[in-house]
């Protein structure tokens, strides 16, 4: 209307009123739509017509209606319309569409037949294309509402319904994996099912049960003795005191089955993360047994199985701990026992044979030795008897070699105090910077975990120091990084001048070199300072670059040039700088 007035000039309020006049007497055929305003629309009734054969016959052929293409028709309201042209039709508003009944019971169809056959159904293919996920998602929670069916099914991907029976079908699949997985952790591992809190409890009510018994047992005693002094008046007393035991022992099993339970319901309602399996692992199992499952599904089933997964395993987890505990013998921890004094042994013997190799450098050198003597073999021995002991308190781990200070002073925490002394004092010697002040203080330890610890012979010395030099070289031969080739070759020359071992770190290698230069012939150490040279010299180079990233092209061109030669060189001396130490190996070997 609005572009009438425009166009020719028209009196606003003069056309509204003709038009009006027209419209009521039938000579103009359709509507106005909007009033008399800027945005009134006059509508023929050919035009509305059409529009309706055209929404009817759509809504025929599909059974919905969608909101855009309502609009894309003319119709300002999509809404408004439905509701007014199909009054007597229950139609679903969705997110973007109008659904039909139709379409509504063949969903709740394909839902009862997943809940019945204990499957899953995708509604999505299902849909027409136009279905936005949004609108799947509504119409499903629609159809469940209308079925009352919500407790028995669970919605993943928001389209595809899983019935319960089929979840618990997937999680059975776990079953016979927790008990292998149970079974090798109680075998390998059995000290993840009691937390601090559990011991602490349990040494509590222990504690607590123990001055009940005796002061029970006092009182017994004591009646036993009144009870025998009216003996010699009768016997009528005597029955008394038969009757007072008999009350006594009763409430004493009561007083001691309430402390037991009280302790029992604490630990039960105690959670403990035991980890059973990652949701990538879950994922795998799933999808070996889920041939016709999309992936999309499988992944949410893992995130929603997970959770109950962990809490079944741990029952099954503390249920084959249970087991194990009444049925266990003592020939495990006799072995258990038997492989502890073989490892530390071993690895006293070797920190006697490396202690011997750091007494040839000077006294600084000598405490950096020490410190990484200390920080690495010194610490497997450590943690190897931390891990026995922690054993009993239920707080070891699988591998002892990850087990850190914090967690060996957690486990000191834990121990009676005449074992804390001793193990305190073997922690803290790991801190020091003398072997001595160590091998004292595991001598003691060791004694005191009845581990008698004897000084290798000379054979046992040759054997350990030949095992040492040959994983060496093994590991010589396979690398081809020059800075571990120079530290290899270093240590490995050391020992097959001094025929002493040694245990020493990367920044200890120029004093090894050093050392060497009275050791080995003019022409082999020239070799190695001159591989040294370039070690280093790639290695500041290294982080030069990576400290000067804004460094101009020119500079970064040349430096990189020079690196590339100094690579190449080193890449041509490696060869040369290993046989160092295999070609002295086959002379020893000759002389020998």
Not at 219 to 236: D, F, N, P, Q, V
Request: with cysteine.
């Amino acid at each position: 209307m609005n572009s009438l007035i425009t166009k020719y000039g028209f009196q606003e309020h003069l056309l509204y009123s003709v038009i009006e006049e027209l419209v009521n007497s039938g000579r103009l055929k359709g509507t106005v739509v909007g009033g008399r305003q800027d945005k009134a629309v006059f509508i023929p009734d050919i035009y509305s017509k059409t529009q309706n054969n055209w929404v009817d016959s759509f809504f025929k052929q599909n059974g919905f209606l969608e909101m855009d293409a309502l609009s894309r028709l003319g119709i300002p309201d999509p809404v408004s319309y439905i509701k007014k042209r199909y009054k007597s039709k229950q139609l679903l508003l969705l997110n973007s569409v109008y659904v039909g009944q139709g379409i509504v019971d063949q969903i709740e169809a394909s839902v009862e037949d997943a809940i019945s056959s204990g499957t899953w159904t995708d509604i999505e293919p299902l849909l027409p294309s136009s279905f936005s996920v949004e609108d799947a998602a509504v119409l499903l929670q629609q159809v469940l509402r209308t079925l009352n069916k919500q407790s028995s099914v669970e919605i993943f991907c928001n389209t595809i319904v899983v019935s319960e029976k089929f979840i618990n079908h997937c999680a059975s699949l776990f079953d016979q994996l927790m008990h292998r997985k149970a079974e090798k952790e109680m075998t390998n591992n059995p000290v993840f099912l009691l937390t601090e809190e559990d011991l602490k409890q349990g040494s509590l009510v222990t504690e607590n049960a123990a001055m009940h018994k005796k002061d029970k047992k006092e009182e017994r005693r004591k009646k036993a003795s009144e009870g025998g002094g009216s003996l010699r008046s009768g016997g009528g007393s005597n029955a008394r005191e038969i009757r007072t035991r008999k009350t006594k022992k009763k409430g004493r099993k009561e007083d001691d089955s309430d402390e037991e339970a009280s302790a029992a319901a604490q630990s039960k309602n105690k959670q403990h993360n035991i980890p059973f399996m990652s949701q990538e692992e879950i994922e795998e199992v799933l999808t070996n047994h889920l041939q016709d499952c999309p992936d999309t599904l499988v992944a949410e089933l893992a995130e929603h199985l997970i959770r109950p997964l962990t809490k079944t395993y741990q029952e099954v987890m503390r249920s084959v701990f249970m087991s194990s505990t009444s049925s266990s013998s003592g020939s495990s921890r006799k072995q258990t026992v038997k492989d502890l004094k073989e490892e530390v042994s071993n690895i006293y013997n070797s920190i006697r044979l490396f202690e011997k190799g750091l007494k040839f450098f000077a006294d600084d050198t000598q405490v950096n030795l020490a410190r990484h003597l200390l920080r690495t073999v010194c610490t497997d021995a450590t943690n190897l008897i931390f891990n026995f002991l922690a054993a009993d308190l239920m707080l070891a781990v699988e591998d002892h070699s990850t087990i850190t200070n914090e967690v060996r002073n957690k486990i000191l925490s834990m121990l009676p105090e005449e074992t804390k002394s001793p193990l305190t004092k073997l922690n803290s010697s790991l801190n020091g910077k003398s072997i001595e002040d160590f091998i004292s203080v595991l001598d003691t330890v060791s004694e005191f975990c009845g581990i008698l610890l004897k000084k290798g012979d000379k054979k046992k010395e040759r054997q350990v120091m030949y095992q040492h030099r040959q994983a060496l070289m093994d590991q010589l031969k396979l690398t081809e990084d020059p800075a571990l080739v120079l530290h290899l070759t270093s240590v490995l020359l050391f020992q097959l001048s001094t025929h002493c071992m040694l245990n020493a770190p990367g920044r200890c290698v120029p004093q090894i070199i050093g050392f060497l230069s009275t050791k080995i012939p003019q022409d082999q150490y020239s070799l190695l300072i001159k591989y040294q040279g370039l070690v280093v010299k790639k290695l500041v180079g290294e982080n030069k670059r990576s400290g000067q990233e804004d460094e101009s092209t020119d500079n970064k061109q040349t430096e990189d040039a020079e690196a590339e030669v100094a690579r190449k060189e080193m890449l041509e001396l490696t060869p040369a700088v290993k046989d160092l130490v295999f070609r002295s190996r086959k002379t020893s070997l000759t002389e020998e």
